[in-house]
């Protein structure tokens, strides 16, 4: 089991910067991979950055060249550099963690943090 704990969100100007921080309850090099996930008003959540325990990273179209997906393996904690912000960035954020145990996938969710961006 992995409890996720997110950070950082909070209310920017468009063009502004945020870093939202996830700390994980466990080593994140046990966990195959952490990632980023948004949810707007009356959508669907969704990707957006990933990282895998080896290093490899995956983005949403929408904010590849804006955003960084990295992490700090001594303080279980993954990370998201927000830069150059849109209005349509606004959302919850959530933190992901999906880890395989006897082949069967699991998926954890923290409790996600606002993200707005005003115009």
């Known amino acids: 089991q992995v409890q996720l704990v997110e950070s950082g969100g909070g209310l920017v100007q468009a063009g502004g910067s945020l870093i939202l921080a996830c700390a994980a309850s466990r080593s994140i090099f046990s966990i195959n991979a952490m990632g980023w996930y948004r949810q707007a008003p009356g959508k669907r959540r969704e990707l957006v950055a990933t990282i895998t325990t080896g290093g490899s990273t995956n983005y949403a179209d929408s904010v590849k060249g ?25 959302a919850v954020y959530y933190c992901n963690a999906a880890l395989t145990v006897a082949n069967i996938p699991y998926n954890y969710w923290g409790q996600g943090t606002q993200v707005t961006v005003s115009s």
């Open 66 to 90: 804006r955003f960084t997906i990295s992490r700090d393996g001594a303080k279980n904690t993954v990370y998201l550099q927000m830069n150059s912000l849109k209005p349509e960035d606004t």
